[in-house]
C-alpha cells in the first residue's frame, strides 16, 4: 500500500518527521518499505498484511496514526445532494453467494475531463495514472477507504436493468483491458440484457466503459465474496486493485458510505444531478463479533501491566465499542473494518502494539503455564518420534496432486477424487485421498538427484468425498501418517507395528481391544505382499485403521521409480484420527525386575487357514489373566512360520513362538515357568485349535 502523506493530512496531523512515522507505523504492524519524494508530496509504501483489509485506504491508516500519536481524527463529511428524478433502473441479485449486496446510483448531466490538478497530484503520488474526472473519482474513494468502486456508462446498459448472476460456462467478456476472457460458472458477472458488462469485484467491462461521450454514470458499489473475487482473478490471471481487496474483506459498512461520497465528488468534479434515493439489492452482511476481555489477561500475556483505563483507551480509539465494562472485565464489539478480531487473544495484541512492543521489558519475567497436549497433538508427536529414531525424514507434499498419481487406488475408499478448479497448481487439479503417491513420487524425486535411498514419513490431511465415507458432511478429512522406504513386507510391518505400540496399541489384546493384519489386495501393493491393519474392540465393529505393504512395480512406475528397480520399497499408512483415542491414558510405569528371565520356545500346529493374528491374541489374552500366566509373560516373538505335508499333515502350518518369562518377585523356578506355558498353550489349543508338535 502507497500513502500519500499530503493525503494523509487530510484526516489527521501527519507528523513533520517521517522517520518517525514509518518507524510508529512499523512497531504497530505496518513494515515500511520504502520513502521517496513525488512533487511536493512524500510517498510511503507500507506492507499491509492480509488480515488487516482496513488500512488498504487512506483513512484506516490515519485512524492508526490519531492513535499512535493521540491525535484527532477528521473523517470527510458526506451528504450528496439529490435531485427529485428517480434513478430508473433496477438492481436484481441471482448469486446472493456471490454478491450479497450492490447498490448503484445515477448521476445524470455530467461532463467528463480531465480531473482537476489536485486529484491527479493524489493519484500520482500513489502509483495512479490518470484517466478522466469520473474514473478518478472511484479510483480515489478506493484509495481513501478501501472499497472499490465502478462507473458505468448508463446509456450503454441495455434494458435498464442490472443483474447480478454467475457466468454461463465459457461466456466471453471484454474487459476495460479490451482482451476478451472466457468464462466459467464459478465467476459473477454484473450483467445487462445484452450480457456481462463486468467480472464481479474484479473488473468492468470495456462495452460499458465511461468515455469522453458519457452523459450518465450508473455507480456501483457492493459487497462480493472474497473466494469468488480469488477464483476469477487467478482463474483468468487478471488481478486489480479492487480483487486485491475484495479478496481481504473490505469494511462492510463502507460499502453505502463509499457509494455517497463518490456521487458527491462526480457531482462535484464532473458537474450533473444525482438521482434521488440509491438503487439497492441484497443484504449487508457484518456481524461484528462480541469478546470478553480479562484486563489480567494483558500482564500475563506481555509480562507488563497496562491500567484498565489505557487498555479501554486503546480499543475505544481502535474503533471497538464497549457493551460493559468492569472491575475485572470487559465486553467489546469489533468494528465492522475490523473481522480479524474475534478473540480475546486479539485485544491483547492490539492493546501490545498500540501501547508499543519496545516498551515491553527485555528482562521482565513472565509466569509460565504448562500446555496440555491434546489427544490428538500427542498422538501425531509419538507417531513421529518412533518414524524419525527408524531413521526416517520428515517431508511435506502438496494436498493437490496430477491425475496420474490419483488414479493409484486409495486404501480409504474408491469414490472420485474432489477437483479443484481452477487448479491451485498448473497440471494439479485433484485433492490427494492418500499420502503414499505423494511420498513415492518424492521419493523418485530425491534418488533422481543422487539422494541414494531417501527414507521419508509424513503427517497430513486427505480428503475424501461424501460418497466414500457416507454421512452428513460432504468431505472427510481424516488425519494420516505415511512412511516410504526401502525394505521388504516385513520391514514395513515391524515399522507399522512400533508406531502402534507407541500409541497403545499392539496385535496382543489389551483392554478388550486388539490389532491385527489381515491380507490385502490393492493395486498400489504387489499382489500377496499386502496387509490391511484392523482395529478390534467391544462392542463395535472391526475397522480399518491402516494398510502396509511391497509397492507393485506399477506404482513405482506411475510415481517416477520405475518399473522394475533393484531396490524394494515398501510403504505404509495409518489414519491417526481414528487411534488417537489410545493415547488418552498415561500408561504406568513400572520397575524392571531384577530377576532373570526364562526362555521357552512352543511349536504350534495350527490349521494353515488360521493367522497369527489370532494366535498372538490368544496369548496375550492367557498373560492378562492371572490366575493362568500370574502376569509372567514379558514378550512373545514369532520366529519362525513352516509347513511341511509328510511331518504336519495336510493344511497345516507351524508356528514356533519365542516366549520370555519373568517374575517381578523372584527367581522364577521352572515348574512355575512350565504351569505358565501350559496356560498359554491351553489358550491357543481353545481358541485356535493348536496344539505342540511332538
Known sequence: MILSTNWLAEYVRVPASVDMLVERLLL?????EATWTVGSDTAVEVEVTS??????????????????????????????????????????????????????????????????????????TVGVASVNNVVDV????????????????????????????????????????????????????????????????VMGGARTEISAETAEVLLESAQFAPLAVRAAARGLALSSGSSYRFERVPDPAAVEWASRRAAALIADLAGGELAAGPVEAGTLRADPATIVLRHRRVAEVLGVGVAAERQQAILKGLGFVADAIGEE?????????????????????????????????????????PVVESPRERTIRRAGEVLVAAGLCEAMTRSVVAEKLESLDSPWGDAAPLSCSPPLVRGADRLRRSLLPSLLESRAANVAVGAGSPDLFETARVYMGRSAVGGDSPVEEPLLVSFVTGGSFVAGKGLAEAVLQRLGLGETAEAGRRVVFRPLRLGLFTA?????????????????????????????????????????????????????????????????????????????????????????????????????????LEECRLVQVWEDVERLGADKKSFVVSLRLRSSHGTLAGDEAGRAVEGIVAACHARCGAVLRA
Open 28 to 32: 504497530a504492524g505496518l513494515n515500511h
Open 51 to 124: 488480515n488487516r483489509a482496513d488500512c488498504l485506504g487512506h483513512i484506516g491508516v490515519a485512524r492508526e496514526i490519531a492513535l499512535l500519536f493521540d491525535r484527532p481524527l477528521h473523517l470527510p463529511a458526506v451528504s450528496p445532494r439529490e435531485a427529485g428524478a428517480a434513478a430508473g433502473v433496477t438492481v436484481e441479485i441471482l448469486a446472493p453467494e456471490i454478491c450479497p449486496s450492490y447498490t448503484a446510483r445515477v448521476i445524470r448531466g455530467v461532463r467528463v475531463g480531465p480531473s482537476p490538478q489536485w486529484l491527479v497530484d493524489r493519484l500520482a
Open 138 to 201: 472511484t479510483n480515489y474513494v478506493m484509495l481513501e477507504c478501501g472499497q472499490p468502486l465502478h462507473a458505468f456508462d448508463l446509456a450503454k446498459l441495455r434494458g435498464g436493468r442490472v443483474v447480478v448472476r454467475r457466468a454461463g460456462a465459457g461466456e466471453p467478456f471484454t474487459a476495460i483491458n479490451h482482451k476478451t476472457y472466457a468464462l466459467t460458472a464459478e465467476m459473477g458477472v454484473i450483467a445487462d440484457a445484452d450480457g456481462p458488462v463486468a467480472l464481479a469485484g
Open 329 to 369: 472485565r470487559s465486553v467489546w464489539r469489533t468494528p465492522t473494518w475490523r473481522r480479524d478480531c474475534w478473540r480475546e487473544i486479539d485485544l491483547v495484541e492490539e492493546i501490545a502494539r498500540i501501547e508499543g512492543y519496545d516498551r515491553v521489558p527485555e528482562n521482565e519475567p513472565i509466569a509460565a503455564r
Open 528 to 632: 500377496g505382499r499386502g496387509a490391511e491393519i484392523v482395529l478390534e474392540r467391544p462392542d463395535s465393529a472391526p475397522e480399518r485403521i491402516g494398510v502396509v505393504g511391497e509397492v507393485s512395480a506399477a506404482a513405482r512406475a506411475a510415481c517416477g521409480l520405475g518399473g522394475g528397480g533393484s531396490e524394494d520399497v515398501v510403504a505404509g499408512e495409518l489414519r491417526l484420527d481414528r487411534l488417537e483415542f489410545a493415547v488418552d491414558m498415561e500408561r504406568p510405569l513400572r520397575r524392571p525386575s531384577d530377576f532373570p528371565a526364562v526362555e521357552r520356545d512352543i511349536n504350534l500346529v495350527v490349521d494353515r487357514s488360521v493367522p497369527w493374528g489370532d494366535v498372538a491374541a490368544a496369548i496375550g489374552e492367557a498373560a492378562a489373566a492371572q490366575a493362568v500366566a500370574e502376569g509372567l
